[in-house]
Structure formats: structure tokens, C-alpha cells
């Protein structure tokens, strides 16, 4: 069956009718989704749907898409470009990503975003339901969380495992963290058929009752409560409640807590403390310390005693894990086994709040930190519940509530940051005007401004873990030079690589003085774009007034300019067509003009719509100076083509087509415009020369086609995209052979080389972080002389650094084209790290810069899942210890320097003559 729509848009469906052309379904989603977004609040509906279906939907709207890798359980994103299809996606199907059926179907728990599923707002869904139909349908509702009320849709919603008193019997109870504790009561009892009255809820969290639930309006996020853990039913039978186990529920042998929000915390007294105060009583393993009392402001606004601790043997206990909070658990310990802070945390610091910071977290997030600190440090090595401290942590930082996996070294910047803020002693922040340096030496503008720092943030955490660094910015232009002296609370390293590979691509000319010609080079496994650019300027002796235009090219297409030069070539795999335009390099006066090939199969009549016609060869850039007529299109068309015009067709005089011209969706956008645009100081040699090619304006789908008249006017653009259509006369007299067939970037072969995993120092790391660069095209400078945005050269040195130094090394790489892990070998010291070659301002009456190794955040596996532990040296002991969320284990020093290393912790060590170098096998 063949329909048109309002447009003429023909299509053949059987017996479906479709009232929309795949680009107008498009534009109808878009405009939905624009809309939705455009008023986010708390409330709105939205619904989760297949990523698999999704992008089918996609794939037949013509929409390239960046897919991940589906049915397997690779973690890892494998990055596709999908061009448009003519297949219509069949009825919605979610059923890939749900357990169970029936009227309650549930996501499976280990989904990601994008990967697996998306989230559509409600317009949204309904019109593709509209269209579609299909399902099921899997509802999820906006929600606010945390203090800062931040945003966010609750794809999972809290699940309680529901345990029966009276018959041990198990039942799911679903509800989302914003529903009340009262709303919870009235579930339950709607679900057991009892009155609110007969019924106790109990926090049953390790099947230990914590504390009775009350029934109030508090939320189930406030409640501390955790996904999948138990929730115990008591029921009033006859005036007596049922029990569990055993135990008499009368409540003599716990003290009942109100499910009100705690205004005081825990008293430990030679052992784990839960939350409603029970001591479970020490066993042969626990070291005994004395009482201590956490405190927080009470509602009178009165408030508890800190009583010190003596440190004690200890710090041996691990950290339960509530459901994907390994990242947590591992940060958390590095942090505690920091001497310093352990020092600190263990001595009444309640002097020190700054309840009133608008900046910090009323002191709560310091008060949860210390507690939980204590409880690690006295309770031996019965594992804690870290459930109070995530509840304040999902409060003030609502990305890391839920339980999904998160960046361990991203948790600890969010807690060194919140501490400070808690624990700043400036009560009120005098303002500084920062002064030009005029002519001062560095060390005074270097320690004016870390005055003026201190006199603002003045904490433990400065104390201890901020230094300061110098920031060198050199315009390209004027040469301003701009020095400033920044704080730091970590060194964020990058991870150079001596890998090699090598790529293949294929340079073409656009003003048609050579044949295309591919060229492979060798580059960096991790460098960027601008090595790659360098090294085929070099290899294809690029002249001085020229540039390369790096293009990767896909069904025929130009799928993305690599125009970033920071963009990682990671984001180009080995089986992709990466071409280079040879240009010249001014640009800022030229149009740039893209060239698309279109032919039609044999046997099929030239009467059909050029809509309908295929893409073949590859796509041609090159130029158009002064663009304002079709003739301006037909010279410079005519100028790249010459190359490929065979030997004995020299004098062949072809003009444009006025007739026969298919249009096929004509509309008024006959091109499209992008940045960068191309210049040229070449001479159009062909300008005798006429074209019998049929050629259009189109659209970035080549599916909006006009016709180019010799007459046609050019619009301003910067960038003209055009549709060239061949007849069997054209490929008579051009040898398009050049144009096809591109080489891949890396022909694989059957059998491959295992390499040897690189392994690089820690100090190389350092040096790629110190080396001078130029800012990236999204971080201009303003240069105040030249008063404009530019491209400046940046430069880092190590001014002052502080006892606690941390540094995070960057394994994660995301960018809009992929997303990267490096499992690169980092050799890094263990002892003896001297740094004092680095400082820039060195003070001799400081001694050396050397450090010790105390602490390393372990990230094993991929993306989008993997495992953090710890390793922790016990200073006193000196031994090192294996911290793998509940458990922990003795583990040998020559152990810990692995692959997985992600934050490194180091001390400074003061003592004199300390022997120093760079860092052996052994050391």
C-alpha cells in the first residue's frame, strides 16, 4: 500500500498508515523533548524506554547515534555511527530490559543510562506510544533530593524486604525515597489487612533492629533507610506483639528511638554503637577505648560536649556495603588512615563548626564524618554500617545518593571541600581586591595571595591538605603574560602513554591540484588530534599557507569534522575512514563548499525522485571565495573534479542542468552552517569549463533537495553542502575509482601481537601535568591587552605544597564520542618521593619536599561498573592492610603497587638526611 502525506511523501506500508516522514518524526520528538526540558519540576512524568528500541527509532529517523555494545556483559561502550535506514522500527519493545511481567514489571537493577535504557519525558512517550504502541510501559516520577533540592527522576524506587513477625514470611514493598514513613504504615497494612494501630515497624537493617519506625510524615530518605535491606512487622494480637526470633519486642532490652530526624548522635563505649544507642558488647578482637560522644545542635540550639579519644590501636574495622557504595567505602578508608585527620576527628573539635557557613552543611557533614571516623577507630574489626553518614552524604550531595556506582576520587574532592566548608574557622570572609603583580617578585605575590586565602578559608583540611601553585598563561598574540598563584587540594595527573600506533588516512585536495593520496602515519595510542595533524603535515609536505582538515567519513558521508585539536584519538577506532582535506590556511574569508556523490542503480528509472537516489564515493571539501551565484558552485565543483577527468576527455565542455532537476522535499534550508570556515588563494583554472552534473542544495541528510540553477543565489554561510548526481556519462568521462574504497585507519589482521603492558613512573605523570599547552577551543583566555578570547599557551609549577598530598590518576576519558578507561602500570614510590626539584618557590628553611606512601584507592574493571577497595598503612604498625569494603586482611607492601591504582595518599616526612631518588623495582 502506497501513502502520501500532506507533503507528498510517498511511502509503502502494507496496511499501516504513517501520517509522518522519519524526518518529521524527528523534528516532532525533538520539539517535544525542547519543551519538556525547557520546565523541569519536581513532579513530572516521565517514562524509561529500551536504548536497543530507541535507537532504531534513531537509526530509521536517520539520526547518527553513538550505540553501546548489547547482550553481552561487557561493560565497555563500542562506539558505532548508524546512518539512516528505510526499516520502520516494529512496536515499542521494553521487554530487554525488565524481570517479571503482569502489572508490575520490574528494571533489571544492574541497568545503566544510555547504555541500556533512556529516559523520555511524558509528550515524549506518548506520541511514540501513539505511533508505535507496544510497551510495557515503565513510568518514573521527578523527584527533589537533598537539601539543595536537586533534581533528579528515581528510576529505581526504594525496595523493602517486608519480614512478617508472626511467620517469618517475605514480602517486597516498593516506594519512592520521598514517600513518608506514614505512607510506608499504610502499605503495609493495606497489604497485610491490618489497622495502623495493631502495627510496628522496625528498622531490621542486618536483621538487627536498629529502631522502631514511627509513623509520621518524615521521609524514607530522611529515615537513613537503604534499598533492599529488611523492614521487621509487628502485629498486636490480643494486646501482645508478635516476636521475631525469639526476642521479647515488649522493647526493655532496646531503647525505642523516634524516627524523628536524630538532633544527637552515638555514645561508643568499648564497641560498635548502633543508631538507638545498644552497645552489642566487645568480644576478644575489640581494643577498649574511652567513652565518646558525638554531638550535633539540639532544636534548643544548645549544644552536647566532644570528649577526646586517645588513639588507640584500631583502625582495623571495615565498611558494609549498602548496595554499590564500594566507591564510598574505599575513599572513606584512605581518608581515616590519614594521621592528621584521625588526630583531629578523634579530639573534641566541636569548637570548630561553623554552623553558619551558607557555604558548607551546618557543620552535620563533619559531625557524620567524625562519628563515623570513631566508630571505625574503636570498634576493632567488626565491620560499621556507614548508613548515617550516606544518609548525610545523599543529602548535601545528591549525586551520590541512590546505589549507583560512583567516582571514588570525585566523592573524596566533594568531602575534602565539605569538611573545610564545615570547619572553616572564619566566621565572616573579609574581600580582597586581587592586584596586578607590577613588576613584583613571585614569592611576594605567592604569599600576598595565600594570606588572602588563609584569611578566607582557614581549616584542618587547608591545614593539611591544600598547597598552591603557580598558573603561567602567554597570549599567542600580544604575548600578555598572566601569572596567578592558586590553592589545590589534589593534583589531578594525566597519564602519558609510549604506545604506539599507527593510522592510515587519505589527504585530499580541494583545490584540485592532485589526485587523493593515502598516507599512514605513526602517533601516540593516546595522543589527540593535532599529533595526528602534525604528523600527516609533515608526511605529505604540507606547505606553510596550508592546513589539514581532519574529516571521519561514513556511508558515504562526512559523519564529523576533527576540528578539536585536544580531542584523544581513542575516540577513532581502528576500522573507521578518516580523511584529510588539504585547504588553505586562511579561512576566515571563504565559504567552505561539501560535495555528497549520488547515482542510480541500473534498471531503475531516471523518472524516480532524487530523494530516492543512493549515496556512493567519498564526500569532497573545498572552497568557494565570494560565493554568489550557481556559477560560483559550478567553478569550484568543476576545479576538485579535474583530477579524476580521464586523458582524453581534456576539452570536454559540460554546462549545468536547467531541466529534468528532481527535487524531492524541497524546502527553503538549502544549506546548513557550521564554524570554521576555509579560504583559498587559488585560482579556478576550470572557469571555461561547464558541468552536465545534475547538483543540489541539501541538507545535513541529503534528504532536502533543490536544484542549482546557474542563476541560483548563495546565501551567507559558512559552510555550502551540495548533492552531486552521476549518470553513466559522468562515470564514462571521470575515473571515480580515487573515490572509493577508502582505506580503514588500521587493517587488523588474523593474527595479532599481544604488546606488553607499558608501565610509566609517577613522576613522567608529573611532568605531563606540569608541561606547558595551549588552552583548549572551549577554554579560551580574555586576553585584557588584546581584549579578546584566545587560545593562550598554559603552564603549571608546584609553588607550595602541603603535608597531605594527593594525587588522582586520570584513567576515566569521556568525551561526546567515547568513554575510556587506562589500566596503564603507574610505577610510583612507596618511600623517599622527593619532589623538591618540582617546587618553584622553594624555602630552604622548609627542607626537603620528600613523601611516604599511606594510602591507595583501587579501581578494578571497566566502565560503568567495576570494584574499589583500599590499601591503608597503619603508621604506628607500620604495616599495610587490604580494605575491601566488610573485609580486611593483612597484605604484603611489595603488593600494592598495581594497575588499579587510582588516588594516591602521601605524607610528608620532616626528618632530616632522608635518602631520596627516583623510585627502583624495589622501592
Known amino acids: 500500500m502506497t501513502i502520501a502525506d500532506s507533503s507528498g511523501y510517498m511511502m ?46 534513531q537509526k530509521y529517523t536517520g539520526l547518527p547515534v553513538d550505540s553501546y555494545s548489547f547482550g553481552d556483559n561487557s561493560s565497555e561502550p563500542q562506539h558505532s555511527m548508524i546512518s539512516n535506514t528505510s526499516e520502520r522500527p516494529g512496536p515499542i519493545d521494553n521487554t530487554s530490559i525488565i524481570v517479571g511481567g503482569g502489572d508490575d514489571p520490574q528494571l533489571i537493577r544492574t541497568l545503566e543510562e544510555e547504555r541500556d535504557y533512556k529516559l523520555l519525558p511524558c509528550q515524549v512517550w506518548e506520541k511514540l506510544y501513539e505511533w508505535y504502541k507496544g510497551g510495557p510501559a515503565l513510568p518514573r516520577k521527578m523527584i527533589a533530593l537533598g537539601d539543595n533540592k536537586q533534581l533528579t527522576v528515581e528510576v529505581f524506587p526504594l525496595c523493602f524486604n517486608l519480614i512478617d513477625s508472626r511467620d517469618q514470611s517475605e514480602t517486597v514493598v516498593r516506594l519512592s525515597k520521598k514517600d513518608s514513613l506514614r505512607q510506608l504504615y499504610e502499605n503495609v497494612c493495606h497489604l497485610k489487612g491490618l489497622k495502623p494501630e495493631q502495627v510496628h515497624l522496625w528498622d531490621y537493617f ?41 526476642i521479647d519486642s515488649t522493647g526493655n532490652e532496646l531503647a525505642l528511638v523516634s524516627a524523628e530526624p536524630m538532633r544527637s548522635s552515638v555514645t561508643i563505649a568499648g564497641g560498635p554503637t548502633v543508631s538507638n544507642g545498644y552497645s552489642k558488647g566487645l568480644g576478644t578482637n575489640f581494643y577498649q577505648t574511652r567513652a565518646v560522644t558525638s554531638t550535633m545542635r539540639n532544636s534548643d540550639d544548645t549544644l552536647e560536649i566532644l570528649k577526646p579519644v586517645s588513639k588507640v590501636k584500631g583502625g582495623l574495622a571495615g565498611l558494609q556495603n549498602l548496595g554499590n557504595t564500594c566507591f564510598m567505602n574505599s575513599a572513606l578508608q584512605c581518608l581515616v588512615h590519614t594521621p592528621q585527620l584521625a588526630e583531629y576527628f578523634l579530639q573534641d573539635f566541636s569548637d570548630e563548626i561553623n554552623w553558619h557557613n551558607p557555604l558548607g552543611m551546618r557543620g552535620e557533614l563533619a559531625l557524620a564524618f567524625g562519628e563515623l571516623l570513631r566508630k571505625l577507630w574503636s570498634s576493632g574489626q567488626t565491620p560499621v554500617a556507614p548508613r548515617a553518614f550516606k544518609g548525610k552524604l545523599g543529602r548535601f550531595a545528591p549525586q551520590f545518593s541512590g546505589y549507583n556506582q560512583h567516582d571514588s576520587q570525585e566523592l573524596l574532592a566533594f ?12 566566621k565572616q570572609k573579609p574581600y580582597f581586591e586581587t592586584k596586578d603583580s607590577d613588576g613584583r617578585s613571585d614569592k611576594e605575590v605567592a604569599d600576598e595571595l595565600w594570606r588572602y586565602h588563609k584569611a578566607r578559608n582557614d ?3 587547608v591545614d593539611t591538605c591544600q598547597g598552591q601553585y603557580k598558573s603561567t598563561l602567554v597570549c599567542p598574540s600580544c604575548e600578555k603574560i598572566s601569572i596567578t598563584f592558586d590553592p589545590f587540594m589534589y593534583l589531578s595527573l594525566p597519564l602519558p602513554s609510549t604506545a604506539t600506533r599507527s593510522m592510515t588516512v587519505t589527504v585530499f585536495y580541494a583545490d584540485g591540484s592532485r589526485l587523493p593520496m593515502p598516507y599512514t602515519v605513526t602517533v601516540l595510542k593516546q595522543g589527540c588530534c593535532k599529533d595526528l595533524n602534525q604528523a600527516l603535515a609533515t608526511e605529505c609536505c604540507l606547505r606553510s599557507d596550508e592546513c589539514l582538515l581532519l574529516a571521519e567519513v561514513y556511508d558515504h558521508r562526512i559523519y564529523r569534522y576533527l576540528e578539536t585539536p585536544s580531542e584523544q584519538l581513542v575516540s577513532i577506532k581502528d576500522d573507521e575512514h578518516i580523511v584529510a582535506y588539504r585547504l588553505p590556511k586562511k579561512a576566515s574569508q571563504l565559504t567552505r563548499l561539501e560535495i555528497c556523490h549520488r547515482y542510480l542503480e541500473k534498471g531503475i528509472s531516471e523518472s524516480l ?11 569532497l571539501v573545498t572552497f568557494l571565495e565570494d560565493p554568489r551565484s550557481g556559477v560560483d558552485v559550478e567553478l569550484a565543483v568543476s576545479r576538485v573534479l579535474s583530477p579524476l577527468r580521464k586523458a582524453s576527455c581534456n576539452s570536454l565542455k559540460i554546462s549545468l542542468s536547467q531541466e529534468n532537476a528532481s527535487v524531492s522535499n524541497a524546502t527553503d534550508n538549502d544549506y546548513t552552517s557550521q564554524s570554521h570556515p576555509m579560504e583559498s588563494t587559488e585560482s579556478d583554472e576550470m572557469a571555461s569549463s561547464e558541468l552536465s552534473f545534475h547538483i543540489y542544495f541539501t541538507d545535513d541528510r541529503g534528504s532536502n533537495c533543490i536544484p542549482i540553477l546557474k542563476d541560483s543565489p548563495i546565501k551567507a554561510a559558512r559552510v555550502v553542502k551540495i548533492m552531486l548526481d552521476w549518470f553513466e556519462r559522468e ?32 613522576f613522567s605523570c608529573l611532568d605531563a601535568f606540569l608541561k606547558e599547552e595551549p588552552l583548549g577551543p572551549d577554554d579560551m583566555w580574555y586576553c585584557p591587552r588584546c581584549k579578546e578570547h584566545r587560545q593562550a599557551t598554559k603552564k603549571l609549577d608546584l609553588w607550595r605544597l602541603p603535608d597531605i598530598l594527593v594525587f588522582h590518576l586520570k584513567r576515566f ?13 603507574v610505577n610510583f614510590p612507596k618511600n623517599n618521593l622527593d619532589l623538591s626539584k618540582y617546587i618553584s618557590g622553594k624555602d630552604t628553611a622548609e627542607g626537603p619536599y620528600v613523601y611516604e606512601l599511606y594510602a591507595v584507592s583501587n579501581h578494578y574493571g571497566g566502565l560503568g561498573g567495576g570494584h574499589y577497595t583500599a590499601y591503608c598503612k597503619l603508621i604506628d604498625d607500620d604495616r599495610w592492610y587490604h580494605f575491601d569494603d566488610s573485609h580486611v586482611s593483612p597484605v604484603d607492601e611489595a603488593a600494592i603497587r598495581t594497575s588499579a591504582a587510582y588516588v594516591l595518599f602521601y605524607r610528608r616526612v620532616r626528618e632530616k638526611n632522608t635518602e631520596v631518588g627516583e623510585p627502583s623495582k624495589a622501592s
Request: hydrophobic residues 35%; aromatic residues 10%; charged residues 30%.
Open 12 to 57: 509503502e506500508t502494507g496496511s499501516i498508515s504513517l501520517p509522518w516522514t522519519p524526518e518529521e518524526e524527528h523534528r516532532i520528538i525533538e520539539d517535544l523533548t525542547r519543551e519538556a526540558e525547557a520546565n523541569p519540576k519536581e513532579g513530572n512524568s516521565y517514562y524509561v524506554i529500551s536504548a536497543r528500541w530507541f535507537m532504531g527509532w
Open 206 to 246: 542486618n536483621k538487627n533492629r536498629q529502631k522502631l519506625l514511627t509513623s509520621s510524615e518524615q521521609t524514607l530518605e530522611e529515615s537513613l533507610l537503604e534499598m533492599d535491606q529488611d523492614i521487621l512487622l509487628e502485629v498486636q494480637v490480643n494486646g501482645n506483639w508478635s516476636s521475631a526470633n525469639g
Open 415 to 426: 568531602l575534602l571541600d565539605g569538611l573545610h566548608e564545615d570547619l572553616n574557622r572564619v
Open 459 to 461: 581549616s584542618v583540611i
Open 609 to 619: 525522485k532524487a530523494g530516492e537516489r543512493k549515496l556512493f564515493l567519498t564526500p
Open 731 to 762: 562515470q564514462e568521462l571521470y575515473d571515480a575509482s580515487y573515490l572509493k574504497d577508502l582505506p580503514e585507519v588500521y587493517k587488523t589482521g588474523f593474527t595479532v601481537k599481544k604488546t606488553k603492558q607499558e608501565a610509566i613512573s609517577l
Open 813 to 825: 576519558s569521556y568525551s561526546r564520542w567515547f568513554k575510556n578507561k587506562l589500566d596503564t602500570f
